[in-house]
């Protein structure tokens, strides 16, 4: 091969690897290297790789080569989130088995992923629709039951009406199904849950672990999501109903403001105390309210709605009588489903205020005009007014006043509340980890015993699996109808099963010990190898997967599995492939196919485009970048390694000098752009690398001079970590033996690194007129000297310039 061909570099090295085993990570326990975790998330198996996936695993990939350069023990493994509804969907398409589409794209990707060289153990490979992986899911969920952490209830949940299945909450984007788009309706349905809401704080205060090492934006999205806040609980009593309701309020010292109370009218309360004179208008105004969503529900813009029920409640702090209404801007799952409502100084009050003709009352002196007039409702900082002792304290004082009277009084008490609400798990659809619950008449809700897992899933596959609004594992009489456990007696498999989040909220910790058949996970191997040292993945799962790994990690530290608390040290958010400036998609006609750029231009173009086109968190348009120019870059880089004659092993010491300093001045700086996630700086200053090295082979000291030796060696190694196939075949083509990715990182020379001269460009009226050679640690004033002084400066100088700036020891500007 003597020029340049990707396609015949692929061809020969791919096969050459599988031989090799490069990557595989060691579990010698007395394997004396430090161990690193880099994990990619989950791959789905919807069909071929895409230009997505391109982007994501080239960063995870230059992650995990770089460390095995620099000698740790690397675990890089592989394996597929296989649950879903697209199977589900595929296969009543072809009247087909979901396993069949799943696993034949699964074979597809596993192909795609050798031929895009991603660094792998392919040894580790799990999927998490196999009996033998979805057996511990079901062990794990029998655990969370038996510490009272997976619960079954009855309430209004979301259910989307296109994939007829309920969804968690954090599933819900703008009102809409995240998967579909469908928009989602709210439905009573008896579901599980896992109870994520005990360990809220937890997930909170622990966030202090992850500071230095996740993005700023998915931290705060966590918070935002979790949503601690500081109140007090206020009990009210409803006229005509013997047991107070309690209330959350964030602002309890506004109390003497409360002039109505609104309940969400489809909360149970709102049916139980609606007199029977407004029954009917009830009734009504609940049937309109379930078509909207909250999204709608909650929206400023909308115009306020709602139904006076006939009750009044009792202020508490001093006893006058409020107007309970229902109203559709109070959802049944904030709080305790109602709300005191302070029209002064809560816009949205004020607006249903005003539309209803109820009193508005300033408690909260902030100098503005009054809200009853203007129509606007004024902050809640300022001096409190019309409210008896709190008069003339803070906000700050008149919350901590009114929660020791409302506490002495047993009126109410400081609680805190978190908008998380506990994590909707059960689906209605087949393709999923079977919950492992039998439901007995006399026994109740029985745990399949450890020794039947795993509960495997019925033969059903085509119309037998078509949405029907319950899971279509109901119909499978004879897997449905067992014996109880407990009794002996007739009972039945609960047929929900498991949201695929579940699947993957442990997965990280199964690759520790894949094959191990006595428990989820090996707990030594878990603690040789985790937490995961580096993420990789997208943004788009901040508050779904990553909160809920969190979570599971939290709980199997509480079961004494795991001696960490945080799954995930470091964590890397690639941004999207784009076109044009718009989100790929084939209604827009400006999709990329992968298999096309990988075939016009080389697997090694197209991840070292991914590298170079800017940080890893920016999106990439593929319309402003090169792979063609890429490829041309790595032709370049390939003739260097062709065209270098000295032996291997020659002593580097009596080497060109300056191509010497160039060497390790890459070194230093590509470690260091690699530690800190810039792979395109690094990508720059390896082609400044292989222009250095190609300008001393050409009209330098030439082929035969170790120091060109030096650096096609060390361009090699640092260029694999983005093209492989390339410098695989330069390693072999400098006579090397061994895999490049095997090679060892290179040590920069601190001697080396030290420049004994800086060359300072010279401006006058913004011209170039002259190249000084200093020394790097000049002074501002002496090189202001010298550039004055310069005989190609003078002579354009009439007596003294008007201004010199200085940036030492690379610029002087001058302006005459």
């Given at each position: 091969m003597s020029e340049y061909d990707p396609q015949a570099l692929q061809a020969k090295w791919q096969p050459r690897w599988e031989e090799m085993d490069p990557f595989r990570a060691s579990d010698d326990p007395a394997d004396p290297r430090e161990r690193r975790y880099l994990l990619d998330m989950f791959p789905y198996p919807s069909g071929d790789l895409h230009m997505g996936h391109a982007e994501a695993w080239a960063f995870g990939d230059i992650i995990a080569r770089y460390w095995q350069q620099r000698g740790y023990n690397v675990l890089h493994p592989a394996g597929w989130d296989s649950f879903g509804l697209p199977a589900e969907n595929a296969a009543i398409k072809r009247n087909a088995h979901p396993a069949e589409w799943t696993y034949a794209n699964i074979e597809t990707q596993v192909n795609s992923f050798k031929r895009?060289?991603?660094?792998?153990?392919?040894?580790?490979?799990?999927?998490?629709?196999?009996?033998?992986?979805?057996?511990?899911?079901?062990?794990?969920?029998?655990?969370?039951?038996?510490?009272?952490?997976?619960?079954?209830?009855?309430?209004?949940?979301?259910?989307?009406?296109?994939?007829?299945?309920?969804?968690?909450?954090?599933?819900?984007?703008?009102?809409?199904?995240?998967?579909?788009?469908?928009?989602?309706?709210?439905?009573?349905?008896?579901?599980?849950?896992?109870?994520?809401?005990?360990?809220?704080?937890?997930?909170?205060?622990?966030?202090?672990?992850?500071?230095?090492?996740?993005?700023?934006?998915?931290?705060?999205?966590?918070?935002?999501?979790?949503?601690?806040?500081?109140?007090?609980?206020?009990?009210?009593?409803?006229?005509?109903?013997?047991?107070?309701?309690?209330?959350?309020?964030?602002?309890?010292?506004?109390?003497?403001?409360?002039?109505?109370?609104?309940?969400?009218?489809?909360?149970?309360?709102?049916?139980?105390?609606?007199?029977?004179?407004?029954?009917?208008?009830?009734?009504?105004?609940?049937?309109?309210?379930?078509?909207?969503?909250?999204?709608?529900?909650?929206?400023?813009?909308?115009?306020?709605?709602?139904?006076?029920?006939?009750?009044?409640?009792?202020?508490?702090?001093?006893?006058?009588?409020?107007?309970?209404?229902?109203?559709d801007y109070v959802l049944s799952d904030y709080g305790h489903?109602?709300?005191?409502?302070?029209?002064?100084?809560?816009?949205?009050?004020?607006?249903?205020?005003?539309?209803?003709?109820?009193?508005?009352?300033?408690?909260?002196?902030?100098?503005?005009?009054?809200?009853?007039?203007?129509?606007?409702?004024?902050?809640?900082?300022?001096?409190?007014?019309?409210?008896?002792?709190?008069?003339?304290l803070t906000k700050t004082e008149a919350i901590r006043k009114i929660i020791e009277v409302l506490s002495a009084d047993g009126l109410g008490r400081g609680t805190v509340n978190f908008r998380l609400r506990d994590w909707l798990l059960s689906?209605?659809?087949?393709?999923?980890?079977?919950?492992?619950?039998?439901?007995?008449?006399?026994?109740?809700?029985?745990?399949?015993?450890?020794?039947?897992?795993?509960?495997?899933?019925?033969?059903?596959?085509?119309?037998?699996?078509?949405?029907?609004?319950?899971?279509?594992?109901?119909?499978?009489?004879?897997?449905?109808?067992?014996?109880?456990?407990?009794?002996?007696?007739?009972?039945?498999?609960?047929?929900?099963?498991?949201?695929?989040?579940?699947?993957?909220?442990?997965?990280?910790?199964?690759y520790c010990s894949p094959r191990y058949e006595d428990g989820p996970f090996d707990v030594e191997a878990v603690r040789r190898w985790s937490p995961v040292d580096q993420y990789v993945g997208g943004v788009e799962h901040a508050v779904l997967h990553l909160l809920y790994s969190r979570f599971f990690t939290k709980v199997l530290h509480d079961m004494g599995m795991l001696d960490f608390t945080e799954p995930f040290l470091r964590l890397l958010n690639q941004g999207q492939v784009i076109n044009g400036g718009k989100a790929m998609s084939k209604s827009l006609g400006n999709g990329v196919d992968l298999g096309q750029q990988l075939e016009a231009y080389g697997v090694d173009a197209v991840r070292l485009t991914m590298a170079f086109a800017g940080p890893p968190e920016e999106d990439i348009d593929w319309a402003d970048v090169s792979p063609a120019a890429s490829q041309k870059f790595l032709a370049r880089a390939f003739r260097v390694f062709n065209d270098v004659t000295s032996a291997p092993g020659v002593s580097f010491d009596t080497g060109d000098l300056e191509l010497r300093r160039v060497t390790h001045r890459t070194v230093d700086e590509v470690t260091r752009l690699i530690d800190s996630r810039r792979f395109n700086v690094a990508v720059a200053r390896l082609m400044e690398l292989t222009s250095a090295a190609r300008k001393a082979i050409d009209a330098g000291p030439g082929p035969a001079d170790p120091a060109v030796r030096e650096a096609a060696e060390a361009l090699a190694i640092m260029l694999s970590l983005v093209a492989p196939y390339t410098t695989e075949e330069g390693w072999e083509r400098l006579g090397r033996t061994g895999s490049v990715a095997q090679a060892g990182w290179p040590v920069a020379d601190p001697a080396l690194l030290v420049q004994e001269s800086v060359t300072c460009v010279v401006q006058v009226a913004g011209k170039v007129r002259d190249r000084l050679e200093v020394s790097p640690d000049i002074s501002d004033a002496d090189l202001e000297a010298l550039a004055l002084a310069s005989d190609k400066v003078v002579p354009l100088l009439n007596g003294t310039p008007k201004k010199v700036i200085v940036r030492a020891p690379k610029l002087v500007n001058i302006v005459p």
């Open positions: 895009y060289a991603i660094s792998f153990d392919w040894s580790r490979r799990l999927h998490t629709s196999d009996p033998e992986y979805y057996k511990w899911t079901q062990w794990l969920f029998l655990r969370f039951f038996e510490r009272g952490l997976a619960y079954r209830k009855g309430g209004l949940v979301n259910w989307c009406p296109n994939d007829q299945t309920v969804l968690a909450n954090e599933q819900v984007v703008q009102g809409r199904c995240e998967r579909c788009g469908a928009e989602v309706v709210r439905r009573e349905l008896t579901q599980w849950y896992f109870k994520i809401t005990d360990y809220a704080q937890r997930l909170l205060d622990d966030m202090d672990q992850l500071e230095d090492g996740w993005p700023d934006r998915v931290l705060a999205m966590q918070r935002n999501w979790i949503g601690r806040s500081e109140g007090a609980d206020v009990r009210f009593v409803i006229e005509g109903r013997e047991e107070p309701v309690t209330v959350y309020t964030t602002r309890p010292d506004t109390l003497f403001g409360a002039t109505f109370f609104v309940v969400a009218p489809d909360a149970a309360l709102a049916d139980e105390i609606v007199s029977p004179e407004q029954r009917q208008a009830f009734e009504d105004y609940r049937a309109e309210v379930a078509k909207l969503s909250d999204i709608e529900r909650l929206s400023t813009e909308k115009e306020k709605t709602g139904v006076f029920l006939g009750r009044y409640a009792i202020n508490p702090v001093n006893g006058e009588r409020m107007p309970v209404w229902a109203a489903g109602a709300i005191m409502a302070v029209p002064a100084h809560d816009q949205r009050d004020l607006d249903f205020a005003r539309r209803f003709g109820l009193p508005v009352k300033v408690v909260v002196h902030t100098g503005l005009a009054d809200p009853g007039e203007t129509g606007i409702a004024t902050p809640g900082e300022g001096q409190l007014v019309n409210s008896g002792p709190l008069d003339g689906r209605q659809r087949f393709w999923g980890t079977p919950i492992p619950i039998i439901h007995c008449a006399d026994c109740g809700e029985v745990p399949v015993p450890d020794e039947q897992l795993p509960v495997e899933l019925p033969d059903l596959r085509g119309e037998a699996l078509a949405p029907k609004g319950v899971s279509p594992l109901a119909a499978a009489t004879d897997w449905v109808e067992v014996e109880c456990p407990k009794c002996g007696g007739a009972a039945r498999r609960d047929t929900d099963t498991m949201d695929t989040f579940v699947d993957s909220s442990w997965y990280f910790l199964r």
